[in-house]
């Protein structure tokens, strides 16, 4: 599962990974989104309580979170890292192993650049999962950066069970 948090919206990803690491498949993707005019705190008890239900219906083997990165606006940073707190609580209490990754490693991973802009992350996830001429094509920016997260583990997992990477 790769999870992008977010305060308005928090994207998810599901991914099976065979024996083929190359080729992974989309289980399903979408995001958590809040109707406007709730408060903060019910924001993020929705965000818990879906990635709850979504780690009870797909019991992933493991998650990969974007991680914490430097904001200029304070405030923003803020509500972020409670996003993501909700979503690592309800992983947590799953019991499923976490793995981290930056957005310049997750855009470098994906696109092969670090800097790559969200349309262009957007394209490589779509190529990857071969979905450019799916339903799933149409997917939201948060689904496709929750993929982007799913994918960017996938290539470490790999990397590290063929020794490349510690």
């Known amino acids: 599962m790769g ?3 977010g305060s308005r919206a928090t994207g998810y ?3 099976e990974i065979n024996a083929a690491p190359a080729e992974p498949r989309l289980v399903e993707c979408g995001a958590v989104r809040v109707p406007p005019g709730r408060s903060h705190a019910l924001r993020l008890r929705a965000i818990f309580e879906k990635i709850q239900a979504l780690l009870r219906k797909h019991r992933p083997a493991e998650v990969a ?5 430097h904001a200029k606006d304070a405030r923003a940073a803020l509500l972020l890292g409670q996003a993501r707190g909700a979503a690592l609580a309800a992983v947590g209490e799953r019991g499923v192993s ?3 990754y930056s957005p310049l490693s997750i855009k470098k991973t994906v696109a092969g650049y670090g800097r790559a802009p969200k349309e262009q992350v957007q394209r490589m996830v779509l190529a990857l999962l071969n979905l450019h001429d799916a339903p799933s094509a149409r997917m939201s920016a948060d689904a496709s950066d ?3 997260v799913a994918l960017c583990h ?3 997992r790999a990397a590290r069970a063929r020794g490349l990477v510690s």
């Open 3 to 5: 999870i992008d948090p």
């Open 13 to 15: 990803a599901f991914l």
């Open 65 to 69: 979170v974007e991680a914490v990165f």
């Open 98 to 100: 976490v793995f981290e």
């Open 146 to 148: 929750a993929a982007a």
């Open 154 to 156: 996938a290539a470490h």
